[in-house]
């Protein structure tokens, strides 16, 4: 199963000289999604590795693997239908409210397998579901703490790269929020939830949010 259309393969040195020229633009421009995915493609082939085997050990992110769902609006259109204290419901709101489309996020190009590209594409996909669950906006703040809480959780350097960005762009006020704030946070609920890429969040749509949220671990961000 193809993620995402053609992948490209590169050696040691053209993967050295795409995640430099992503990581420069996307610094330039965060708004570029596609290179921020490519700067973590290029830079995070052990973290997806580790990803997939403790994906491998869990029977829920088993299942993930052997059916491979996305999350396109073809699949989890069935959300909006979702009764107002649901999951489903709250995503729905999420992505409504922000006239986001399940469907934006860029290809895989750069994984060197099936496996790795799906587990890539994967993370690509529920981010918008970890927003939703951890309650955190989608401004500069809110997109720098919730890729503080990714890297505890998968240790990709996009990650720790994007909060370097983003924080750069921060005023000073936002900058003493985020660090005496969000960042401690971010980092107790990091630990504290479980394995995030081991939930078949699709599955769990019609479940209380509030209920989800205590099953997985998750503490929703502090308001700001």
């Known amino acids: ?27 330039m421009d965060p708004r570029r999604a596609d ?14 590795e580790r990803v997939l085997e403790i994906m491998k050990k869990s029977p829920e992110g088993h299942a993930i693997l052997l059916e ?14 979702t009764p107002a204290n649901t999951f489903g419901a709250a995503y729905a709101k999420f992505m409504g409210s922000r006239n986001f489309s399940p469907d934006d996020r860029p290809p895989v190009r750069f994984m060197e397998t099936d496996e790795l590209a799906y587990v890539a594409m994967r993370a690509r996909e529920v981010h918008d579901f970890w927003h939703t669950l951890f309650n955190l906006p989608t401004n500069l703040i809110g997109e ?7 890297f505890e959780q998968m240790l990709l350097p996009m990650c720790l790269l994007s909060v370097i960005g983003g924080t750069a762009r921060f005023s000073e006020k936002q900058r003493a929020l985020f660090f005496q704030h969000y960042f401690p946070w971010a980092t107790r609920a990091g630990i504290r939830c479980t394995d995030l890429m081991c939930i078949y969040y699709e599955k769990h749509f019609h479940e209380d949010l509030d209920d989800v949220r205590r099953k997985w671990g998750i503490v929703p961000a502090p308001p700001q």
Do not use: C, Y
Not at 4 to 24: D, E, F, H, K
Not at 35 to 45: D, M, Q, R
């Open 68 to 81: 491979r769902p996305r999350v396109i609006s073809a699949r989890v259109g069935h959300a909006w239908d």
């Open 144 to 150: 720098s703490t919730l890729k503080v809480i990714e």
């Open 35 to 48: 290179l921020i995915a490519a700067l973590g493609e290029t830079t995070g082939k052990p973290a997806f």
């Open 1 to 27: 199963m193809m993620i995402g259309g053609t992948r490209v393969r590169l050696n040691v040195w053209q993967q050295a000289v795409v995640a430099m020229g992503s990581a420069i633009g996307a610094l």
